[in-house]
């Protein structure tokens, strides 16, 4: 009857009225009803109408069908929803050829009817069907109202594109050029039972439609079977364009036996709007899985911007000829104005191209502008190939935008408005090309190609090209191969690529032949370049070719193109395709003039022109990855693409494309523009066809740009999506840019002698001025060339791509590895030739050399240094002639003689036998690599305690600076203590001197072979920095980076703009959750402040963020202020790089903040959201406080002795007189605490300045322990402020008188000692009670305001026998550093000996520089089984008590004013302090025409007496009128107050307040600004009042999991703002502690430690099992009854996670 609609919020009603059958056997037998809204909210009730339906189906054979037919009206008012086509109201059997079906659809009205969507379900014998076309009108209309709807195209999945639905509309569109494709990549999980029968359907959401809900039963890629377990379905929708997608619906029928369906992402481009989207789905849908849904909403993870490509509709009209059509792969390219499309091959799924038909195609591709010509052509393959094509008509849509342009400026409207008004504008481009020709082997002009022009506007002819080859004359030049040319103009276009069939000689590219063909194309105007290729065919396919010539016929000019270059996989560099640029006449005409020995060719100007890339080519490391197929690629630049080019010649593997390895190849191009992306496929051919490629990485020297595309996936039939070819984008992460190579034309000459020649591996290196050099190049690809190059009297050109050395070439270095047969090689001279900046001409440079180089002729050296002699110059001048100049070099540099004194040190096992080399570096370049061989002064080399030396001839070093020196390792015993190292140069009679005093071993101290020393006086900058990584990418061929690198760390830091933040990553435990992709983060502050991208490169010897593992990194940033957002990510593109991050932790050091974010997200392609980066918010981080740390430079200066330096660990601590520093190491870090050096790094040292003391402690382990200290600087990065702390004296147990590892030395700021020396006197009281001596060992530590003593242990005594009862034992320290006022002390004994026990009275301390005594009381005892237990006492001074605290106190107040225009104010400021103990009265500071205050830049102080407030937790700050008066406060008058400090002058505490705020005048009081404290430093007096000793409550809590105990010893240390507990030990008799999932508990008594900060928990790795898994520590002052919780959750443990055994905790609150 009715169904009512209740909106249950709003009680809002409506009735839809019905009252009709739905029943097909009852009324009009649908069962289908639309009813109208009726009711009091409905103000006209829409009609039900009747629209007449009229389906034509075509008069093709096979046109009808059987399947069930639905239709969908779309409208204004929405659509009528897909209705099936039962009843038709005048024929029985529906939809037969030539057939007009009529039916009835009643529908609410949808006004105007603007598309009609038609298709069938594919059921039944013979589905496929051919529409002509559908009417609608609506019922009682005039037929002239009706609406045409036509299709003429198969609904049928074996013809056309295969689609059975379509969207038609209304006739005079063209819905080809209307509807968007939108292509559809269904990507099913790997995971087993993935796969689904179920059909699957998506429904798009976009921002101005809805598609409806399409099946997807025609896949574009037919798999045969759909939606299988890892592979790709890919699809089709053609639609009316719904705007940006927001959203897509996808899910199955859940019909047939397997159905649950894992669905692992779907991708849609839509090359029509320019963008890819990525919809991540991951996960079942499955009745019987996760949350049994079978359909899902996802949202784009991402959507890209990718190439945009128009519509274009081509109509292909074969003509009416006998045997007209073909079965050949039709192919055809569109040229416009701006560019040129791609190729773009015309075939479907039905027999095209038969005689008489027009066959219609819709093809994406670029928007070319205006089109000026076609060129269309078949591939000539197949049976009756001919084709006899009439027209080809191009259709697309243009945007007429005459009109649009004043509008757009105007436009702020809707969206839909602005949509009405570009449609209006959408015209139809439409251009007609007749042909009416044969394209056939056998027919007309025999060619297969036609270039067209529009009919009727072209200005542009058909040209005729003539086309001389000229094939060289050396040996075997001549090819059998199929041979391909394309021609290109400059802005005109191409040929495309025409085979070279019919010359005029039978037998094609023979030797010293010139074939003639003719090429006919539409004119290219001025010509810019070839390309010529062969397909590698034949019995002998190499071919060298000399040149090109082509004759334009229509002006008769000629170009040249000189090649002179092999096409051959075996020969060159194994291309088999070039690209020529022609070259001026006057260039080749001077070639064929002198004939003669010279070898003058245009390879450099070619070279320079063109752009060479080296292809990199990865196979993926998987079973079966390797392809035996032929692999081609195609490089596309902005400009151009390369063609087609194979890849046959692999440089580093013999067989190609194997699993997991790298083939590497040359590509040459000229001038593509910017690579945008490549096609790379492979022709299927062979055995193991499939093959997975990984990645392909271009590397182009002459552009500096080195890009990498990954892939990671199948090329195969039978994986993935099943295509052989992809197209794949330059990942933007993994691109890296350096300065660009120039090309060098290197022409060796061999001499005319006996046995001049070699087969060895010839290398050249060119140096610039100030020691710039290229990297050493092997002139010689492979050992081929080796043998047939550098031959007895032979010229050998060369042409490199190299480091651009400047424009004055100082020396070259050419040597050989020797190696082979006669080796020895007489090098007569070698002339480098390059070209001038403009390209008119070129410079060569020659450098005679007339020796040997070999081991037994002349002095035997294989390498020499060779000087310019002369320069030749030629310049092509403005009348097209060579103007040529010859000129001598001014004073070349000299070479020198160096004497090189290699001495061995003088210890057991220091000689070696293994091979030495040497590079020497000055600051004009050095020596390169030389080995030492012949020692003039021993016969047996390198043994203990001599001195060898050698003679090396170079080119003028200049300064030597450093000399790079190793071994190989080889021989019996390789291990040499090297001693230093000198070197004279002879012709200037200068010595140098290089220490070194360590090891050269795989086996001792840090395992180094090689080592950097450098000269002693150098005081530039060595690379003993502190392994920042400051992403500064340079070949180090000088190490002159490192001196840049350095300087402008220290800078960057002291202007603050750099700190450092320290990141630690811990990886996943899952399966997959590693990567080997390079990691980033970026940083990000308020507003758009961001870091750059920090890269996290892993250290050497790492290449993964392994499964579980926790990797460190100190990056350098910007300092963004106050941390928003994080983002990490990683430059992985491939499917295969996952990634899962478990946790992230940021330490920044200058802040004292730790972040730590609980990720556990994935940042992967196929995993997750589908996103490689994430940003996180810093509001759902931990944020721990951790105490802040100030930059420092420190400085070590080693002394100059022998055996200075030392490998033990060095350890500092630094004391100031705000608290001390823990125990910090420094790091060798290499090379660092060498004999005489100075090394300089940034550490982070807590902030306790000023600066009192220094101490140092060192192991005394390594093989080499001791060390002479000279002294340590250390320099404030933010103020600058340097202390210098002086030792000059060993640390060692040996060479030290008292044998000391540790030195205590006082800082000296501005030449004054900041710390007394003194001697200390301790007096030892023992009680008078029973028992209370002992004879264990008692250790103290005394503890002032300058820090702590150290452990003194109480040895020397007055007394014989010490600690006796009620006996006074007095202690003597000297040379000590006064620490002011005594505080406390800690004092214990080791519990040895017979009744170790002790009652300890007091301990009087006296320091003869004050002549102060200090009284420490204990009165209990330190033994295991009496009071509580404790070895240990914490001893409070009795000097503190004396300062009472009074109830009245004075207040010192200063206030600095802001350095800014209008700062300053005349008026009067007020203040009140709110303390933990109340809050002061109001303080006037007041201003005075008298006493001017509250000046600009000012800082004004004043006192006031106030009763004690306590702590000042806050201040309140008020601007108040002079004269008190309301009036006088005027709206605009301000106070810019920067800073201010307050005093308690009782006890001298300091409160720091940082405000940087303006301050309104206000009469009122109520008006004022509160700022709270930032800063407090607490006197030494007021610290000391409260050492009052506590029981501390200390609970330890292990973890839960499996393997979660320890048996190993527990160590605590407890820090809080007083201080620290010490290293205390967890032990308790006869209990076995710390077992899984347990809590112990533990007290200890020590002094007040105030607020704590951190907890460090450690053990001793001993015992069986020792890791260990701590959940928390607790720890309670039972004085207070404050608890505070120290959460860990870590393991303790070598073999997990970071592997650390001991963990710093801070408290969570």
Not at 227 to 237: A, S, W, Y
Not at 1066 to 1085: E, P
Request: with cysteine; glycine share 8%.
């Amino acid at each position: 009857m009715k169904v009512t609609l209740l909106k249950t919020l709003t009680k809002e009603k409506y009735s839809f009225n019905c009252g009709r059958w739905l029943d097909i056997n009852e009324d009009d037998n649908e069962i289908v009803r639309e009813l109208p809204a009726e009711g009091s909210l409905v103000t006209e009730v829409m009609p039900v109408i009747k629209y007449r339906v009229t389906v034509c189906t075509g008069t093709v054979s096979g046109s009808g069908t059987d399947a069930n037919v639905f239709v969908c009206l779309i409208g204004d008012q929405g659509d009528t929803g897909d209705r099936v086509l039962y009843n038709c109201i005048n024929t029985v059997n529906k939809f037969e050829k030539g057939n007009a079906d009529e039916f009835f659809v009643e529908a609410v009205t949808l006004k105007q009817v603007r598309r009609v969507r038609i298709g069938h379900d594919g059921k039944g014998g013979s589905s496929g069907w051919y529409l002509a076309k559908v009417i609608v009108r609506e019922e009682g209309q005039p037929e002239s109202e009706a609406v045409e709807f036509p299709c003429y195209r198969w609904l049928d999945k074996n013809e056309d594109d295969g689609r059975i639905v379509r969207e038609l509309v209304p006739a005079g569109e063209s819905p080809m050029l209307r509807n968007v494709s939108y292509h559809i990549s269904v990507k099913t999980g790997d995971v087993p039972g993935a796969s689904s029968d179920s059909k699957v359907f998506i429904k798009l959401y976009g921002e101005k439609a809805d598609s409806s809900k399409e099946t997807l039963l025609v896949s574009d890629n037919d798999l045969g079977n759909y939606f299988e377990r890892g592979r790709v379905d890919e699809f089709t929708i053609d639609t009316m364009d719904i705007g940006k997608i927001n959203r897509i619906l996808i899910g199955h029928d859940n019909v047939g036996l397997r159905c649950g369906w894992f669905l692992a992402s779907v991708q849609i481009t839509v090359p029509v709007q320019g963008r890819q989207y990525m919809f991540p789905c991951n996960r079942w849908l499955d009745k019987d899985e996760a949350d049994g849904r079978v359909e899902v909403e996802v949202y784009p993870s991402e959507i890209l911007p990718i190439e945009k490509l128009i519509n274009y509709e081509v109509s292909v009209v074969t003509g009416d000829v006998r045997a007209a059509g073909t079965n050949a792969k039709v192919f055809m390219q569109i040229y416009g104005e701006t560019g040129k499309t791609e190729l773009i091959i015309l075939e479907n799924r039905s027999n095209n191209f038969e005689r008489g038909a027009t066959d219609i195609f819709k093809r994406e591709a670029a928007d070319v502008g205006k089109i000026y010509k076609i060129r269309i052509g078949h591939d000539g393959k197949g049976i009756g190939d001919g084709w006899f094509l009439e027209s080809v008509t191009l259709k697309r849509l243009a945007k007429r935008t005459k009109d649009s342009d004043k509008k757009k400026k105007k436009k702020k409207k809707s969206e839909d408005e602005e949509e009405e008004e570009t449609k209006d504008e959408e015209v139809m481009d439409v251009y007609t090309f007749v042909a009416h020709r044969w394209l056939a082997k056998d027919e007309g002009d025999k060619e297969l190609v036609v270039e067209l022009v529009p009919d009727g506007e072209s200005a542009l002819e058909e040209n005729t090209y003539e086309v001389h080859v000229l094939t060289g004359s050396v040996l075997g030049a001549g090819t059998d191969a199929n041979v391909f040319l394309s021609i290109y103009g400059i802005g005109r276009g191409d040929t495309g690529e025409r085979q070279l069939k019919r010359s005029n000689n039978l037998n094609k590219f023979e030797k010293g032949q010139v074939d003639v063909f003719t090429i006919k194309a539409i004119d290219l105007g001025e010509l810019k370049k070839l390309r010529i290729r062969h397909d590698n065919s034949g019995t002998s396919p190499s071919w060298f070719l000399e040149r090109v010539e082509i004759v334009d016929l229509k002006d008769s000019t000629t170009y040249y193109f000189p090649c002179q270059r092999w096409l051959a996989v075996e020969e060159d560099d194994g291309q088999i395709v070039r690209e020529l640029v022609p070259v001026d006449e006057a260039f080749v005409k001077k070639d064929s003039e002198n004939e003669g020995q010279s070898l003058a060719t245009l390879g450099l100007e070619q070279k320079a022109k063109s752009t060479t890339y080296t292809v990199k080519v990865k196979t993926g490391d998987k079973k079966n990855a390797g392809t035996d197929a032929n692999v081609f690629i195609t490089l596309y630049g902005s400009k151009d693409d390369t063609g087609i080019v194979s890849l046959k010649a692999s440089k580093t593997n013999k067989n190609k494309f194997e699993r997991g390895k790298v083939d590497e190849f040359t590509v040459e191009s000229v001038d593509i523009g910017d690579l945008k992306k490549i096609k790379i496929g492979h022709d299927n051919k062979g055995n193991s066809t499939g093959w997975f490629l990984e990645w392909v990485e271009l590397d182009a020297p002459s552009l500096g740009q080195c890009l990498k595309f990954p892939c990671g996936r199948w090329l195969d039939k039978s994986e993935d999506d099943g295509a052989v070819e992809r197209i794949i984008f330059p990942a933007e992460l993994q691109t890296t840019e350096y300065i660009p190579f120039v090309p060098y034309e290197i022409t060796v000459y061999t001499s005319d002698i006996f046995g001049a020649g070699t087969d060895a591996d010839v290398f050249i290196v060119l140096y610039g001025s100030d020691g710039i050099c290229t990297q050493q190049k092997s002139l010689c690809l492979n050992k081929r060339e080796q043998r047939m190059y550098f031959e007895r009297n032979s010229v050998n050109q060369f042409i490199v791509e190299l480091e651009d050395v400047g424009d004055i070439i100082e020396k070259i270095r050419i040597g050989h590895k020797g190696g082979g047969l006669n080796s020895g090689w007489h090098l007569d001279r070698v002339a480098i030739r390059r070209l001038l900046p403009n390209g008119k001409g070129s410079e060569t440079v020659t450098f005679p050399c007339e020796r040997w180089l070999a081991k037994s002729e002349d002095d035997g050296e294989i390498v020499r240094e060779l000087v310019p002699s002369e320069i030749f110059t030629e310049k092509l001048m403005k009348d097209g002639t060579l103007k040529q100049i010859e000129e001598e070099v001014e004073d070349p540099l000299e070479v020198h003689t160096y004497k090189i004194s290699v001495f061995t040190g003088d210890i057991y096992g220091a000689g070696t036998d293994a091979n030495v080399f040497l590079n020497i570096y000055g600051d004009l370049g050095d020596t390169g690599e030389r080995k030492l061989s012949k020692s003039e002064t021993n016969f047996n080399k390198f043994e203990r305690g001599q001195e060898d030396t050698f003679t090396v001839q170079a080119v003028d070093l200049g300064i030597l600076y450093k000399i790079k020196i190793r071994h190989d390792n080889s021989m019996f015993s390789p291990d040499w203590f090297l001693d230093k190292v000198e070197i004279l140069d002879e012709t200037t009679e200068e010595s140098f001197i290089f220490l070194c005093e360590r090891w050269l071993s795989k086996k001792k101290e840090d395992k180094k072979i090689e080592r950097t020393l450098y000269e002693q006086s150098y005081d530039g900058e060595r690379n003993s920095l502190d392994g920042l990584s400051l992403s500064l990418s340079s070949q180090d061929s000088s190490g002159n980076l490192k001196e840049t690198k350095k300087s402008s760390l220290v800078k960057a830091a002291e202007e603050g703009s750099l700190i450092p933040y320290h990141i630690t990553v811990t990886t996943g435990t899952v399966y997959d959750s590693s990567t080997d992709s390079r990691v980033y983060i970026i940083i990000m502050g308020p507003q758009k402040v961001r870091t750059e991208r920090l890269w996290l490169d892993l250290p050497e010897g790492k290449d993964e963020f392994a499964d579980g593992s926790v990797e460190k990194f100190s990056v350098w940033g910007l300092d963004v202020g106050e941390i928003k957002k994080v983002e990490v990510g990683h430059d992985g593109a491939t499917p295969e790089s996952c990634w899962l991050v478990e946790e992230l932790n940021i330490v920044v050091p200058t802040k004292g903040i730790m972040y730590n974010f609980v990720c556990k997200c994935w940042l992967a392609r196929d995993k997750g959201d589908g996103l490689t980066s994430r940003i996180l918010n810093i509001l759902d981080a931990d944020c721990i406080n951790i105490g802040v740390k100030v930059l420092y430079e420190v400085t070590v200066v080693t002394g100059d002795i022998e055996g200075g330096g030392t490998d033990a660990s060095i350890f500092m601590t630094v004391f100031g007189s705000s608290g001390n520093t823990e125990e910090m190491p420094l790091e060798k870090n290499g090379d660092r605490f060498e004999r005489g050096q100075e090394d300089s790094f940034i550490m982070e040292i807590a902030d306790i300045a000023p600066l009192r003391k220094m101490r140092i402690r060192t192991d005394g382990k390594g093989t080499r322990p001791h060390w002479y200290l000279e002294r340590i600087i250390l320099k404030n990065l933010t103020n600058q402020e340097v202390a210098t702390f002086t030792y000059g004296e060993w640390l060692s147990k040996l060479k030290n008188a008292k044998g000391n590892l540790v030195c205590e030395m006082p800082a000296v700021v501005n030449d004054e000692q900041m710390m007394e020396d003194t001697t200390y006197t301790l007096q030892v009281k023992t009680s008078d009670i029973g028992g209370a001596g002992t004879d264990a060992n008692v250790s103290l530590i005394l503890f002032g305001e300058n820090g702590d003593s150290g452990t003194l242990p109480l040895k020397e005594s007055n007394k014989s026998n010490k600690f006796e009862r009620n006996q006074m034992d007095e202690f003597s320290f000297s040379d000590m550093l006064s620490l002011g006022d005594l505080c406390k002390v800690r004092i214990w004994h080791d519990n040895k000996g017979i009744a170790p026990g002790w009652h300890l009275e007091y301990v009087d301390v006296m320091d003869s520089a004050t002549d102060k005594t200090f009284r420490f009381q204990c009165d209990r005892w330190l033994a295991k089984g009496e009071d509580d237990g404790q070895l240990i006492r914490e001893l409070a001074c009795a000097n503190n008590d004396i300062l009472e605290l009074k109830e009245r106190t004075a207040y010192e107040i200063v206030t600095v004013t802001s350095d800014r225009e209008d700062a300053e104010t005349k008026e009067n400021i007020w203040i009140i302090l709110e303390g933990k103990l109340g809050r002061s009265k109001e303080f006037l500071m007041e201003n005075s025409s008298k006493k001017r205050r509250f000046e600009r830049g000012a800082t004004d102080t004043f006192q006031f007496s106030s009763k004690n407030v306590g702590d000042i937790a806050a201040i309140c700050v008020g601007h108040c009128p002079k004269d008190g008066k309301k009036s006088s406060a005027k709206a605009d008058v301000f106070w810019h107050v920067q800073e201010i400090i307050i005093t308690e002058m009782e006890l001298c505490n300091k409160y720091f307040f940082r405000c940087n705020v303006k301050i309104p005048l206000c009469y009122k009081r109520r008006d004022y600004k509160v700022f709270e404290c930032a800063k407090v430093t607490e006197s030494f007096a007021s610290k000391a009042r409260s050492l009052v000793p506590v029981k501390y409550e200390t609970i330890i809590v292990t973890g839960f999991e499996k393997g979660a105990g320890t048996n190993a010893n527990v160590f605590i240390t407890i820090f809080g703002l007083n201080g620290d507990s010490g290293k205390r030990a967890l032990k308790h008799k006869f209990r076995n502690l710390f077992e899984r999932g347990k809590t112990n508990r533990f007290y200890l008594e020590t002094l007040d430690m105030g607020e704590l900060k951190k907890v460090r928990i450690e053990h001793d790795n001993s015992g069986l099992a020792p890791g260990w898994l701590v959940e928390r520590v607790e720890i309670t002052n039972s004085a207070t009854g404050v608890t505070t919780i120290f959460p860990c959750g870590k393991w303790l443990d070598e073999n997990r996670g970071d592997g650390l055994i001991w963990r710093e905790l801070f408290p969570r609150y």
